[in-house]
């Protein structure tokens, strides 16, 4: 009576126990194969408890973790697999650009104009160019003493150095000096031919 009452025990834990795998969400195929006769029996007959899971649940019970995602998995790339058919992929970086710490020399040239005769004798203009900047002009051969030479002093004080009115205008465009006309003339049409040549 005794293995009567045991036999009928193990077999309704072992259906109870597979009623439950089977109805509990995510049971696997193991839990579902284990035939009633080897669900196991307490010493005293009856249907012994199952070990805890270590997550608390019912075994063959999955939980999905909280990480896990239902976005599909990406394709990989095509630098990927080209690399896992055996091609080599390399990446190259551009170089970056050389720099230089000194600043760009600036050259400074002098450039004479022609001789220009006129009433009073003749002149040239001769300008210092830094780049394509006027810095500093002054004018040769022209007349000393007398009152010619008082109109190129006056002519020279006003477009001459390097704070005249040729560096200022950086141009033959100068207003003519009073009393001085031919000398102012003379003196522009040397400077304009030095400009062309510069």
């Not at 194969?33 to 019912?58: F, N, Y």
């Not at 009115?165 to 001085?180: C, D, F, K, Y």
Request: positive net charge; charged residues 15%; aromatic residues 2%.
């Amino acid at each position: 009576m005794r293995r009567a009452m045991l036999a009928i025990t193990g077999l309704a834990a072992g259906t109870t126990a597979l009623v439950v795998l089977k109805g509990a969400p995510g049971a696997g195929q193991a839990g579902a194969d284990v035939p009633a006769a080897l669900a196991p029996v307490a010493p005293d007959g009856s249907a012994a408890p199952e070990p805890p899971s270590p997550t608390g649940s019912a075994p063959g019970d999955v939980t999905p973790s909280p990480r896990a995602s239902s976005k599909p998995t990406p394709k990989p790339s095509a630098d990927r697999s080209a690399a896992s058919r055996g091609g080599t992929r390399t990446r190259t970086t551009p170089a970056a650009p050389r720099t230089t710490t000194s600043a760009p020399k600036v050259t400074t040239r002098t450039v004479t104009g022609p001789s220009v005769t006129y009433e009073y004798g003749s002149l040239q203009v001769r300008i210092t160019l830094s780049g394509s900047r006027i810095v500093d002009a002054t004018a040769i051969g022209l007349p000393l003493g007398g009152q010619s030479g008082q109109r190129s002093d006056d002519v020279q004080a006003r477009y001459s150095g390097t704070s005249g009115e040729v560096v200022a205008r950086q141009s033959a465009n100068l207003s003519t000096v009073s009393g001085a006309t031919y000398t102012s003339t003379a003196y522009k049409q040397s400077l304009q031919a030095a400009l062309d040549k510069a």
